[in-house]
């Protein structure tokens, strides 16, 4: 199967937090480039919303948004999973944001609440703690201690859906693997453990369409992070 990659080269959602992820998609693949608009979140992500494609490439998360819009139309009972050191179920705003794509994504009646999987957070504010409530969600502690069952349950989770979204914010992976991003949190993944579940779920039958987010070039230390998405890429497509 030839994958068709979609490049969107956006950071207005990181709200300023991580300027110059924008850069990332032209440095990791060939593909077809989504116009963004940096004075319209709304446009940028009806435009996106709109794009056909099977790898997405950003760019920060709130591309999600646009992306899983679309997405969600093609299938009756959609789902996600999220790897990412965040939830990103902070209150939402009126356009979304790489800190609340999600809960808007559900609070818009796009998303089920149950039909999430959130892999590796491990820095939850208050807010997304009471979000987390009745959600599939684990924390890095509970994938040191058995990855490999983590990764059972996963997938066993994503059985449930006919179409299924995977989300890969780079920062689940710790900063040793991964400097280039917004938010540096220390404790994450390795990349062998990133790749271990990655390996496994490219498998699944109702896997239809990926990202690959918050990869920032201008804050990366001898072209490591961008090395790593290009594993990961490497990986999801083969």
Do not use: W
Request: charged content about 25%; hydrophobic content about 40%; glycine content about 8%.
């Amino acid at each position: 199967m030839i994958m068709i990659f979609v490049k969107v080269p956006y950071s207005r959602g990181s709200l300023g937090k991580n300027n110059g992820c924008e850069k990332a998609p032209n440095l990791l693949v060939d593909g077809e480039i989504i116009q963004v608009d940096n004075s319209n979140i709304d446009l940028t992500m009806e435009n996106i919303s709109h794009a056909k494609g099977d790898f997405f490439i950003g760019g920060d998360h709130s591309i999600t948004y646009g992306s899983f819009k679309g997405f969600a139309k093609e299938f009756s009972n959609p789902g996600i999973i999220v790897f990412d050191a965040h939830p990103d179920l902070e209150v939402s705003t009126n356009s979304a944001t790489h800190e609340d794509y999600l809960s808007k994504l559900i609070e818009d009646g796009i998303l089920k609440k149950e039909n999430v999987i959130l892999v590796g957070i491990r820095n939850i504010s208050r807010n997304e703690l009471k979000f987390l409530s009745g959600m599939n969600y684990f924390t890095m502690e509970r994938i040191f201690r058995n990855e490999e069952d983590i990764c059972d349950s996963v997938m066993e989770l994503a059985l449930k859906f006919d179409g299924l979204y995977l989300s890969i914010d780079i920062d689940v992976l710790d900063p040793a693997f991964a400097p280039g991003t917004g938010y540096l949190e220390v404790g994450g993944m390795g990349v062998n453990e990133l790749l271990y579940f990655l390996k496994r779920l490219r498998k699944l039958r109702n896997l239809k369409r990926i990202d690959l987010v918050e990869i920032n070039p201008d804050k990366d230390i001898n072209g490591v992070t961008i090395k790593t998405g290009r594993k990961i890429i490497e990986v999801l497509s083969c």
